[in-house]
C-alpha cells in the first residue's frame, strides 16, 4: 500500500540507501524504506512516497509484493549488488553505533575509574587498608547499582514522553523521579549510619577483624554522597533518554579529576589513608550531581524541581522497574557474595581479590555502552508504528561483533596490567601471587561481557523484563550454590573466579538462544508484545 501524505521519521542508525533492484524492492516493501523516482518495477510506476512501515510480519509483506506484482527472481549480478548494500549497511551502523556509545563509555567508565584510583592510591600505603577496601567498595559502589532501576526508568519515560512530544509531561515525569530518587539517597544515608558497623562485620563474618575500623570510616565518609548519587543518576539518565551523552560525561569527567586530585593531596601528601579516599570519592560525586543538574537545565527543564508521584504514577513506575529491580540485585548479589566468600580466605586472599575485582568491575563497563544503545535505538524496530524486524537483526548484528572486538580487547589489556605490572597495585609478593593465579579466569569472564551486555539491552528494549529477571535471578542462586560447596571443598579464590566465569557465559548462553529461538522477538512470526497504544500509556 502506497501512501503519498504521511511522512515517516526513522533513526538516524539506519541511513536510507538506493533502490537499484527488483530484489530491493521488496526489501523496501518489507522494512519501510522509500521507493526511488520515476522507475517503472513489476506493474507499477513508483512516485518517490513512502512504503507504510510492516507492523504484522510475513502475511502482510507477502500481501504487499502480491499487490505490486513484483517479480522474486533476480540473477546473480543483482545478489551480489545487495549483499554489498547488507555489508555497507552494517558498517555504517557500527560507526554511528561507536559515536553514539563513545561519550556514553566515558560515563560508564568514571565511576569505577574512582573506586580504582582509590584502590591504586591505599595500595601504595598499607595492605590492611587495602584489605578493607573490599567490603568498603561493595557497600557504597555495589549498591549504588541496586538503584540502576531508577536509571532504566527514567530513560524510558522520558524518550516515550518526548516521542510524543509532550515535553510537560516529560518535565513532571523527571520530577518525580527526581523525589523518589531523592526519597531512596536519604533512606540509604541514614542506613549506613545505623547500620553500617553490623553490615561490615557480617561481611566479613567476624573475621580479618583488623580491617573492621577502616571499612567502617570508609561507608560512613562515602555514605554521606548518596542523595546527590541517586539524584544525579535520574538527571544523567534523564539526558541519556534525550539523546544527550556529552552533558553527562563532562561532568563525570570533571568529578573523576577531582577524586583523582582529591586522593593524591589527601592520601600521599597528607597521609590520610583510606578517609582521605572516601573524602575525595565522596567531593567528587557531590559536584558531579550537581554538575548532571545543570546539564539538564540546559536542555530546557527543572533539575530542581521535586513531585510528590500518585498512587498510579508510582504503579506505573513499579511495574516498569521492579524486573529490573530484581536482574540488578541479583547480579549485584552475586558479585558481593564472591567478595564474601573471599573475606573468609585471610587477608592476602581478600586484598588480591580486591585488585582483581576492582580492574574486572572497570573493564566490565565498557560493554555497558552498547546495552544502552540498543535500549535506545531497538525499541521502535521491534514493536509499533516503525517496527522493523529485519533492520532490529542488523542492528543486533552490529552490536555483536563491536562486543566481541571489544570483549577480546579489554581481556587482553586487562589481564596484562595486574599480570606484567602488578607494582601499579601493590608491592606485597603474597598479593602479587595471588592475582597472578586469577588470569586465565579473569580473561574468560570479561571477554563475554560484552556480547552479553548487547544481547541484555536488546530483551530489555523488546520488554522481555521477566525473562530476563528470572535468567539473572536463576543465574545467582545456581552460583551462590556453587561458590558454598567449592569454598567448602577448599578450591579457594581460584574456584570463586571459575564460578564467575560459569556466570557470565550462562547468561550469555540463555540470552543468544532466547532472540534467536523461532517464538523470539526477533522472529517475523513472533507477535509483537507491545502495541503503540500500550506503549503510549506508560
Known sequence: MLIKSQRLNFSPLFPQTPIKSHQTLIRCLRTGDFVPTRRKLGLITTVATPILPVVTGRK???????????????????????????????????????????????????????????????????SFELAALGPGTVLCDHMSYVFMFLSVATSNMVATSLAKQDKEEAQHRISVLLFIALVCGLMMLLLTRLFGPWAITAFTRGKNIEILPAANTYIQIRGLAWPFILVGL????????????????????????????????????????????????????????????????????????????????????????????????????FYSFVIYCASSMGTHVLAAHQVMSQ??????????????????????LLYGANRNLPKAKSLL???????????????????????????????????????????????????????????????????????????????????????????????????????????QWGRFAMHLRRLLSPGGMLSFDAPSPYTAEKIRSI
Not at 543483482?78 to 556514553?104: H, N, R, Y
Request: hydrophobic fraction near 45%; aromatic fraction near 8%.
Open 397 to 503: 548484528k552490529s552490536l555483536m561483533i563491536i562486543g566481541a572486538t571489544l570483549g577480546l580487547i579489554l581481556g587482553v589489556i586487562g589481564t596484562t596490567v595486574p599480570g606484567l605490572f602488578p607494582g601499579v597495585y601493590t608491592h606485597d609478593k603474597v598479593i602479587i601471587n595471588e592475582m597472578h593465579r586469577l588470569l586465565i579466569p579473569f580473561f574468560l569472564a570479561l571477554s563475554v561481557m560484552p556480547m552479553a551486555a548487547s544481547l541484555e539491552g536488546t530483551l530489555l528494549a523488546g520488554r522481555d523484563l521477566k525473562f530476563v529477571s528470572s535468567v539473572m535471578s536463576s543465574s545467582f542462586v545456581i552460583g551462590s550454590l556453587t561458590l558454598t560447596f567449592l569454598t567448602r571443598s577448599g578450591y579457594g579464590l581460584l574456584g570463586c573466579w571459575f564460578v564467575l566465569v560459569g556466570f
Open 359 to 380: 580492574t574486572f568491575r572497570m573493564c566490565n563497563v565498557w560493554g555497558e555502552p552498547l546495552s544502552q544503545t540498543a535500549q535506545s535505538f531497538m525499541p521502535e
Open 234 to 333: 535520574v538527571a544523567q539518565s534523564a539526558s541519556l533518554g534525550m539523546k544527550n551523552s556529552w552533558g553527562p560525561l563532562k561532568s563525570l569527567a570533571a568529578a573523576t579529576v577531582i577524586n583523582g586530585l582529591g586522593d593524591t593531596i589527601l592520601c600521599l601528601f597528607l597521609g590520610q589513608g583510606i578517609a582521605g579516599a572516601a573524602w575525595a570519592t565522596t567531593a567528587s560525586q557531590v559536584v558531579s550531581a550537581f554538575m548532571m543538574m545543570d546539564s539538564l537545565n540546559k536542555e530546557g527543564y527543572n533539575a530542581y524541581s521535586f513531585a510528590v508521584p500518585t498512587p498510579q504514577e508510582l504503579w506505573k513506575i513499579t511495574t516498569l522497574a521492579a524486573p529490573v529491580f530484581i536482574s540488578i540485585l541479583s547480579k549485584i548479589s
Open 60 to 126: 502482510d509483506n507477502l500481501h504487499a509484493r502480491n499487490c505490486v506484482g513484483v517479480d522474486r527472481e533476480t540473477d546473480d549480478g543483482e545478489k551480489e549488488e545487495e549483499e554489498e548494500l547488507v555489508k555497507e549497511s552494517v558498517w555504517e551502523q557500527m560507526k554511528e553505533i561507536v559515536k553514539f556509545t563513545g561519550p556514553a563509555m566515558g560515563m560508564w567508565i568514571c565511576g569505577p575509574l574512582m573506586s580504582l584510583i582509590d584502590t591504586v592510591v591505599v595500595g601504595q600505603g598499607s
